[in-house]
């Protein structure tokens, strides 16, 4: 018998379904596809990196890569080892200038960045993390949970269901509550609160 | 998480779903409204702490999926090394032997460090013998081939997950409770705090909750014990979890390649002989797959 990979299709599903195993195992079949780790670690090898540094790319790629699944930018039209790809050098040709690691070549045409996505919200993670993850850690778990499944879109019955809740109506007095603490929270810090009030179209 | 009205538009702008005509307009519309803009910056920064949440989420997974193959990737990285080392010490050895005044041939050797037993001269005078260095064992990278099958992860996309809401109601409050918090663990993905939970109920007694740890042991990779519980819900011919154990049990099966892979030929092909089995479509997608 022949490997059996999920199609593309399959892992699209998975990652915008509503279903916590399924995207798991999604999550892993590209974690655990060796030629697409592979490409990437050549690919960031080839351009002034090592393997660890491919190894780090490919991991943060799976992240970008599930976002943007989520958000509709990929919906397997083109081929997902090709979208992939385009993660992968968007992010390590970021990663140099960021680093200033390695001058990039006049010659060299910088890549298109992957299609699809809010580019105001990759900003933000990309730039705001720390600012954020304080934000988070002033947060119960119950609410990180919450807005876990906010992120993934999921319905109100999904949450009660998921989350325990008696009904849909008890996870929408929550999710209300916990929306409410966060915007206290974030007021708090009015350094970030700013940055999320000016951000209009930063690169 | 849709409570305003306004909050589907808010979130099809914030998620990049809104066409590009549309997105201008709404754009013009919040430079001229600042309460308006002021809630999609609100929306924003729920939405950025969401995503980080998720990140965050993942790079633990990656981290539990890599630890496994860790031991593995550094064996295959560093045998050589020992392999060198080995032979290095290999051949220092034989050139100080060989370089010694006087010194005996290893076919001396060999007579010497074996005297008779019934000689105690011998062992007197005789130095201790030495044992010769052995060469390292061949030791072999362990193959990572990128072509091989991978059937855990084909097992891991197919299983299907527990309807959780099945979980019947039982006739105590502690039990309800526990399964409850059992089932929550569960949607949270933390399988070992499920288990604990079950643990405190008699299992054995309530068909949902061996449902339930059946599909905690799957993602915990302990497939013996998750077939085990399977088997034993269709030995108890389930009505409600008949059919799902049966799925259940075939992936679990897959799962352990090539160790059970007889016994889900088997199971498959009974599977496939049946079309009035409500897993016979999934069953047939699942041999289509593996044979392609």
Request: proline fraction near 7%; charged fraction near 25%.
């Amino acid at each position: 018998m022949q490997r059996p990979s999920p199609t593309p299709g399959e892992i699209i599903d998975a990652l915008t379904g509503q279903d916590t195993g399924r995207r798991k195992a999604a999550l892993q079949c590209l974690f655990e596809n060796q030629a697409l780790r592979k490409r990437t670690i050549a690919h960031v090898r080839r351009y002034g990196g090592n393997r660890q540094d491919g190894e780090d790319v490919f991991q943060e790629a799976i992240i970008v890569f599930d976002r943007k699944t989520r958000a509709g930018a990929f919906r397997g039209e083109s081929s997902l080892e090709g979208y992939f790809m385009g993660i992968v050098r968007w992010h390590w040709f970021n990663e140099q200038q960021r680093n200033a690691r390695q001058p990039v070549s006049l010659h060299e045409t910088p890549p298109e960045p992957p299609p699809g996505g809010n580019p105001e919200l990759e900003y933000l993670l990309a730039e705001r993390r720390e600012q954020l993850d304080k934000l988070l850690e002033q947060l119960a778990d119950k609410c990180r949970n919450l807005l876990k499944m906010y992120a993934l879109d999921y319905s109100m019955d999904e949450i009660a269901r998921q989350l325990g809740f008696a009904n849909d109506k008890v996870a929408k007095k929550e999710a209300y509550l916990c929306r409410k603490r966060f915007r206290v929270v974030l007021k708090q810090h009015p350094e970030l609160w700013q940055d999320f009030i000016l951000i209009k179209k930063k690169p | 998480m849709n409570t305003h009205p306004s909050d589907k538009l808010i979130q099809d702008y914030l998620r990049g779903r809104m066409p590009a005509a549309e997105r201008d307009q709404f754009e013009q519309q919040l430079e001229s409204d600042p309460e308006l803009a002021e809630e999609v910056a609100l929306q924003r920064a729920e939405l950025a702490a969401a995503e980080r949440l998720l990140e965050s989420e993942t790079r633990a997974w990656m981290r539990e999926w890599q630890q496994p193959a860790q031991p593995a990737f550094r064996a295959a990285r560093f045998w050589w090394l020992a392999a060198v080392a080995a032979g290095a010490v290999l051949l220092i050895a034989a050139i100080y032997v060989f370089r010694q005044p006087g010194t005996t041939t290893p076919k001396d050797q060999a007579e010497q460090v074996a005297p008779p037993a019934n000689n105690p001269i011998a062992t007197e005078t005789l130095p201790a013998p030495v044992p010769a260095p052995q060469p390292a064992p061949a030791q072999k990278p362990v193959a990572t081939n990128p072509a091989a099958p991978n059937y855990l992860a084909e097992a891991r996309l197919r299983f299907q997950e527990p309807v959780l809401s099945d979980v019947r109601r039982t006739n105590t409050d502690s039990l309800v409770s526990l399964i409850r918090q059992a089932q929550a663990a569960y949607a949270a993905a933390d399988y070992r705090r499920t288990l604990d939970l079950l643990a405190q109920t008699d299992s054995t007694r309530l068909q949902s909750a061996t449902f339930l740890e059946a599909h905690a042991l799957f993602h915990l990779d302990r497939f013996a014990e998750a077939e085990a519980r399977f088997e034993s819900l269709i030995a108890q011919n389930s009505r409600q979890f008949r059919y799902p154990a049966e799925w259940g049990l075939l992936i679990c099966r897959l799962a352990n390649f090539p160790k059970r892979e007889q016994v889900f030929q088997q199971q498959l092909d009974a599977l496939l002989d049946n079309p009035q089995h409500p897993y016979f479509e999934q069953a047939k997608n699942l041999e289509s797959a593996l044979k392609k």
